[in-house]
């Protein structure tokens, strides 16, 4: 069974760092891009950026680039989303998801973490 | 960056009713990286749809998508309760991939 299990809620400071994490199982890791989503609260969905862990091949939206790393461990099958300064407007859910690779010419997030709620107030 | 448009922002329907959704893209998009995803209160969204048309695994056969280049469609043949909730469309054609602002699906 495909599962991808998001680290536990947090609550910052602003200027704080945090990294979340997203473990996946029950698949081959390295063949799947996994990507980070944030949704403000009461808001829709933003694609933040993706990450294939097979070779480490990143992608960053342009809103995104500059205010977040993404990264994986490919011997622990997990992704991250890092800041290294939190700002308030940072408060939101963000989940990873499984994107299937290239070569099967199609896309989507077929599997979803539960969400990491990040809470940044002073 | 690929901006995604959808309409209307809320549909109220009664159960039964036959819902539409419009997604426009503002440039023309491979159906195989158009997809459409669910998400009801407090959970995190569900894939519906795939390469515009196809369903994922275990979507009831009630959900269809269909469109081509810069414009897709989610129809809900007969609303069931537990279809109310927000839709969104996603392309992923190029990176970054971009979501629409969502439909609010709501029980009239």
């Known amino acids: 069974e495909v599962q991808l299990v998001q680290s536990g809620a947090e609550v910052k400071k602003p200027g704080e760092s945090l990294k979340i994490s997203c473990k996946g199982s029950?698949?081959?890791?390295?063949?799947?891009?996994i990507g980070w989503v944030r949704q403000m609260p009461g808001k829709g969905l933003e694609w933040m950026g993706i990450?294939?862990?097979?070779?480490?091949?990143?992608r960053y939206s342009p809103s995104f680039q500059g205010q977040v790393t993404i990264s994986a461990d490919k011997s622990i099958s997990t992704a991250y989303l890092q800041w290294s300064s939190l700002k308030a407007s940072d408060t939101a859910m963000y989940y990873c998801?499984?994107?299937?690779?290239?070569?099967?010419?199609?896309?989507?997030?077929?599997?979803w973490g539960q969400g990491t709620l990040v809470t940044v107030s002073s | 960056e690929i901006v995604m448009t959808q309409s209307p922002a809320t549909l109220s329907l009664s159960p039964g009713e036959r819902a539409t959704l419009s997604c426009r893209a503002s440039?023309?998009?491979?159906?195989?990286?158009l997809s459409w995803y669910q998400q009801k209160p407090g959970q995190a969204p569900r894939l519906l749809i795939y390469?515009?048309?196809t369903r994922a695994t275990g979507i009831p056969a009630r959900f269809s998508g269909s469109g081509s280049g810069t414009d897709f469609t989610l129809t809900i043949s007969s609303l069931q309760p537990e279809d109310f909730a927000v839709y969104y469309c996603?392309?992923?054609?190029?990176?970054?991939?971009?979501f629409g602002q969502g439909t609010k699906l709501e029980i009239k």
């Open positions: 998801a499984r994107r299937p690779p290239l070569e099967l010419e199609r896309g989507g997030f077929d599997y």
């Open positions: 029950g698949y081959s890791f390295t063949s799947y891009w």
């Open positions: 990450i294939y862990p097979g070779d480490s091949d990143t």
């Open positions: 440039q023309s998009v491979s159906s195989s990286y």
């Open positions: 390469g515009a048309s």
């Open positions: 996603q392309q992923d054609y190029n990176f970054p991939g971009t």
